[in-house]
């Protein structure tokens, strides 16, 4: 088993995000992140993570779009992630 801390304890850390391939480009991802950055919001949080895998240009490119910034890298034998964060007030 791999584990790892990817959000900080002052931070929304959003684990997760999907879209079926077929609905790539509609503006679905940007909604989900808009949708997840109010409940930080409303949980009191100022900033969102997330990370992504090195080799997904196109979530790094929306995330990067949407104000989200890399922060740090985690790199483990499975995978390479970028950690990115974005302050929401």
């Given at each position: ?77 499975a995978y390479s992630l970028y950690r990115m964060a974005k302050m929401l007030v």
């Amino acid at each position: 088993m791999i584990t790892m801390k990817e959000g900080e304890d002052d931070e929304f850390h959003i684990g997760t995000i999907a879209s079926l391939p077929e609905s790539r480009g509609l503006g679905i991802g940007s909604r989900l992140l808009a949708f997840a950055e109010e409940q930080a919001i409303m949980q009191g949080f100022t900033k969102c993570s997330l990370t992504v895998k090195k080799e997904n240009e196109l979530a790094f490119k929306l995330y990067n779009r949407l104000g989200y910034q890399i922060t740090g890298e985690i790199n483990k034998p499975a995978y390479s992630l970028y950690r990115m964060a974005k302050m929401l007030v």
